[in-house]
Structures are given as structure tokens and as C-alpha cells.
């Protein structure tokens, strides 16, 4: 059971009293990557925030089940949300970078873990910028704000920010659905390359995008996971009828 | 055939309308249009006349020199030093409690927190209090209460701290402005969009540290205005230091916190009411209040332009 990286059993979660997931359960697989995908508001984002405990912020929302990252539920109580969230790193839907320049933006996770040694720096920011193909672009002006990238070079900057904390695994929220066909089809392409050291599971609403980066795909619908499997056979041969019908369009 | 388009009536025409109607809408814009002018009308009233009748007064001489002549001359150098150092004690006060409030308030307060809520009242409350309630506030809490207790605790009840001073003017003047502060500074807060908390929190951050490194540097502007404002209230208020540390005439300037002090509005309320010759002095209140005028309304100058350059950014 090495290659399975997170298990979830039975996961719901209330906002307030409204069950918004119920009762999941999947295995998501270490370095490939996953898709979740479904109709507006059938609680792909929900679950992919249950990840990382960002969910944790809303103070009416309530979990319940296991969700085992390595074997270890990180809803225990005695589980660090900070840890946590060194671990699985996030890239938001809307590409949010400080309003600080491109080395300050990658600098700021090592900073906050303690690191102030500024060769150690400088070489996790290159390596970061590297990792997320966007060096080259940034190199002599890292100074420069963040704030004056175009979106997509702000995307990238974010999972650089991301990478720059060495998390394991990468969530990524619909990370290209405010960007242009060519920024996307570079992130795309960046996540192609991430998998071989990271797992990760990426929320999207493009179909063909599911179709084209994932290795798993994971079908949801009014809060319940209805079908997963290998991406190739989700989007040929579904098992139930409404993936079939969400996959050709039918609703949606 | 021509004629045709005249018999149509035209639903359009002025003629259609009810007359009463009509009249009634342009008295109704003619009452506001009254009212702003007469606003505007006031104010100029107001400014004309102590501009009219400062004017002659007004010179750096007046600013830098002390009272003479039993305060029938000379300037207000004194009064003005008090206000700035009033204005100071009380912003290292403020700023900081306030600032600290509004980090509760809007970072870590439960969104439905009854002790939130029970603060949140609290500060509004504390907002419209009449400012002599804060004055005999601080006479019975800081001089009578706090500075006598210091007396007989550490000055074998030799009367040093249980006496009107600048401290004690100065604190009963931040607790006057601290609804401003706290007001201001949340407000700044809540400009951070929750995007970037979020950045912050999902790459390790505590809390503690995304208000460190991502909301505190977003609004520092916001605090500054807040202070600017507490500031510029402080130093127009007359009433919270009339018994709590405001002095009717100093020879020289206060040397420590136990001292006392004059104040700008403190000094137009003597001068107009207590002076020996009013008539003669006349010329000196405009003057005084002419300073004191210029010195609020740059303050809030300071403060409109900060709060408008917040706004903008926060779009």
C-alpha cells in the first residue's frame, strides 16, 4: 500500500446543518495526479479544502470520518494544522501573491519556518522558480512586485511560492480557470512535470483539462463521490450513468 | 394627411402632467438646495470671522511667545506645546491599546462571539459618551482613584500623582479617542482580502504570523489615519482636561509627566471667560482659535487623503 498516499473513510462535512459531503470515501495515489471534477457546487472545492484543513477557517463547518495522510488522520487532535499545511501545499483559484516582490513572494514560507540565511534562500527561491519553469522569465528581476505579472505569470509565481515550503503533496483549486489557452496549457504543462515528485490533486471544471493532466479522476455530484478510477476509463467506459451524462455534456 | 400626426395627442407633452406634481418636486429641490447653502453659508460665516478677525494677531511672534501681562499679551507658545504633548501621551496610549482591540475584533473574535458583539457595543457606547462625562471620568478614576492610591503607596501620601497632570489628561484623552482608533484600524483590516490570509495560512503560516507579515503591513496606512484622527480630535477637546490636568497659566513649560499644562482650547475657554479684561483679549481668542482651526483641519486633511489612498487600493 506504499503508492496510496492519502485515504479517506467516511469523510462528511456540515456547514452549519447542511451536509455539503457525505460520507467519502477514496484512495488518492502517490506521485500522479488526481482530478476532481463535477458540476458547480457538488463539493469538489469543499473536499480538495478538507486536504489541508483550510476548511478549519469557517466556523460553522463541521467534519467527520478519517482522513489518513501516510496512515495519520490530520483531523487528530494531535495533529499541528500548521505542520499540515507545510506537508500538502495549495494554489488557489484566483492567483493570489503578496504584495511584495517575485524573491519575497518565494521567500515567504522558509522565512516563516525560520530560515534567514540568505545563500539558503536565494537557492530554495532559483530552485522554486526553476522547479516551476519560470526562472529563466524571472531571473533578473526578481525585485520587481509581483502585483505587475500578467495572471498566469502570477499563477506560477504561486506554485513556485508553494513548491518553496517542499510540500508533498500539491492541491491545486481550479488553478487555470482565470487564465488565458497559453498560460493554461504551461500550467498544464507544469503539472505534467510536478508529479514526479509530488502528488497531486487538482480541482477543474474543464473537462478536457481533467482529461489531459490527470492520472485518477474522481467524479462528484450533490456532495457525494458517485465514481473514481483511472482517468482513461472515467471519460470511455464510465460505470454510472450520471458520470457518463456529466462527461458528454448532458448536465452540467 | 398632414393633419393626421396633429390630432394624435403626444403622450409626452408637458401639458399631460398634473400641475401639483410638478410644483411639488421643485419645492422639494428648493428646500435641499436651501439647506446645503445654508450649511455652506455657515461655515464661511464661521471661518470668515475668525480668519477676519485673527488675522492681525496671527504671526510667528504670537506662536512663540509666552502670555504677557497678565495673558492681555503677548502669545500662546505654552498652549501650544501642551496640545502637542497631550496629543503625543495620548496617541502612545491609543494607538497601541486600539490597534490591539482591532486585531481581536476582526482576526481572532469568533464571527458570532457574544463577547465580540458585547465589545463591539461597548466601543459604540464609549463613542457617544459626552466628552465631560470622560473628564469627571478621569478625575475620579485616574487623579482621585489611581494617583492618590500611587501617592500613599510609594510617597508616604505626599500629594504628587493624586493631582490634575499631563498623564492623566492624557489618558482620559485616549480613552475619548480610542472608538476612533479601533473604528479605523479594523477598518484597514478588513481591506486584506481573505485571498491573501489564506496564501499566508496555506503555506505553513500561524495565524499570528499572517497578521505579522500580511495584514499588519496592509494596514498600516489605516492605523495612521485613525491616529491622525484621534489626534485631531484630541487636540480640539476642551472638556476630558478641564479637571484632569489643563492649567489656567504656566510661567514655564511642564518639565515631566506630573506636571500640568495649557492647551489651545482650554486657553479661548479662559481667555473669553475668565480673563480680566475680555474686550481687550478679543483679538488673542481669534487668534488662538485660528491656530487651533488650522492645526484640526490639516490633521483631518492628512487623514482624508491616507483613508481616500486606502479605498483605492482595497478596489
Redesign the interface.
Known amino acids: 500500500m506504499r503508492d496510496i498516499k492519502i485515504q479517506v473513510n467516511d469523510l462528511s462535512l456540515y456547514y452549519g446543518e447542511k451536509k455539503a459531503l457525505k460520507e467519502i470515501s477514496m484512495q488518492i495515489p502517490a506521485n500522479k495526479v488526481t482530478a476532481l471534477i463535477g458540476p458547480s457546487g457538488c463539493g469538489k472545492s469543499t473536499f480538495l479544502r478538507c486536504i489541508?484543513r483550510?476548511n478549519d477557517?469557517i466556523?460553522s463547518v463541521k467534519i467527520t470520518g478519517e482522513m489518513l495522510v501516510e496512515g495519520i488522520d490530520i483531523y487528530d487532535k494531535n495533529v499541528d494544522v500548521?505542520?499540515i499545511?507545510?506537508k500538502i501545499?495549495?494554489v488557489?483559484q484566483?492567483s493570489?501573491?503578496?504584495?511584495k516582490s517575485i524573491y519575497e513572494n518565494v521567500a515567504?514560507?522558509p522565512r516563516?519556518?525560520g530560515l534567514k540565511d540568505k545563500t539558503q534562500l536565494d537557492e530554495i527561491v532559483e530552485t522554486s522558480l526553476r522547479q516551476a519553469a519560470i526562472w529563466d522569465e524571472f531571473k533578473d528581476r526578481l525585485d520587481d512586485s509581483a502585483l505587475g505579472l500578467s495572471g498566469g505569470q502570477q499563477q506560477r509565481l504561486?506554485i513556485a511560492?508553494?513548491l518553496a515550503?517542499s510540500p508533498d503533496i500539491i492541491l491545486m483549486d481550479e488553478p487555470a480557470s482565470a487564465l488565458d489557452p497559453i498560460s493554461t496549457s504551461k500550467i498544464e504543462e507544469l503539472v505534467h512535470q510536478l508529479k514526479e515528485n509530488y502528488t497531486i490533486i487538482i480541482v477543474t471544471h474543464n473537462m478536457q483539462q481533467a482529461a489531459r493532466t490527470s492520472d485518477h479522476t474522481a467524479f462528484f455530484y450533490m456532495g457525494e463521490l458517485i465514481e473514481m478510477g483511472k482517468t482513461n476509463t472515467i471519460f470511455t467506459k464510465p460505470e454510472k450513468k450520471q458520470t457518463e451524462d456529466y462527461i458528454t455534456g448532458r448536465f452540467g | 394627411m398632414e393633419n393626421t400626426m396633429d390630432i394624435v395627442e403626444n403622450p409626452f407633452s408637458k401639458a399631460n402632467n398634473n400641475k401639483g406634481k410638478e410644483i411639488k418636486e421643485k419645492a422639494v429641490v428648493g428646500i435641499t438646495q436651501i439647506a446645503v447653502l445654508l450649511i455652506i453659508a455657515i461655515l464661511f460665516v464661521i471661518l470668515g470671522i475668525i480668519i477676519y478677525q485673527g488675522r492681525a494677531k496671527f504671526s510667528w511672534e504670537f506662536i512663540s511667545s509666552f502670555p504677557t501681562e497678565g495673558m492681555t499679551k503677548g502669545g500662546i507658545f505654552p498652549a501650544l506645546i501642551g496640545t502637542f504633548i497631550l496629543v503625543i501621551v495620548m496617541s502612545i496610549a491609543a494607538v497601541p491599546f486600539g490597534t490591539i482591540t482591532a486585531i481581536y475584533l476582526t482576526e481572532y473574535a469568533h464571527e458570532k462571539s457574544k463577547f465580540a458583539a458585547a465589545v463591539r457595543f461597548s466601543i459604540r457606547t464609549l463613542a457617544v459618551v459626552p466628552s465631560i462625562i470622560f473628564g469627571l471620568f478621569g478625575l475620579g478614576f485616574f487623579i482621585q482613584f489611581v494617583g492618590s492610591g500611587m501617592d500613599t503607596a510609594f510617597n508616604g501620601g505626599e500629594l504628587h500623582w493624586g493631582q490634575p497632570n499631563i498623564l492623566w489628561a492624557s489618558l482620559t484623552m485616549a480613552l475619548l479617542t480610542l472608538p476612533v482608533i479601533i473604528v479605523s484600524v479594523e477598518e484597514a483590516l478588513k481591506t486584506i482580502p481573505r485571498e491573501l490570509r489564506e496564501a499566508s495560512l496555506a503555506l505553513g503560516a500561524t495565524k499570528w504570523q499572517t497578521i505579522k507579515q500580511v495584514v499588519f503591513p496592509g494596514s498600516i496606512s489605516g492605523i495612521m489615519t485613525g491616529t491622525i484622527l484621534a489626534v485631531s480630535r484630541g487636540a480640539g477637546e476642551v472638556a476630558p482636561i478641564l479637571f484632569t490636568g489643563a492649567a489656567y497659566y504656566l510661567a514655564t513649560l511642564p518639565g515631566s509627566l506630573s506636571d500640568q499644562f495649557m492647551n489651545l482650547g482650554y486657553h479661548v475657554y479662559i481667555m473669553s471667560t475668565q480673563s480680566s479684561d475680555v474686550e481687550k483679549t478679543m483679538p488673542i481668542q481669534f487668534a488662538t482659535t485660528l491656530v487651533l482651526l488650522i492645526l484640526t483641519l490639516s490633521l483631518n486633511l492628512v487623514a482624508v487623503i491616507i483613508r481616500s489612498r486606502i479605498r483605492r487600493k482595497a478596489k
Not at chain 1, 493570489?96 to 504584495?99: A, E, I, R, T, Y
Request: include cysteine; aromatic fraction near 12%.
Open positions: 489541508n483550510m477557517l466556523p500548521v505542520n499545511r507545510k501545499g495549495m488557489f484566483k493570489n501573491p503578496f504584495p515567504y514560507g516563516i519556518n504561486c511560492r508553494t515550503v
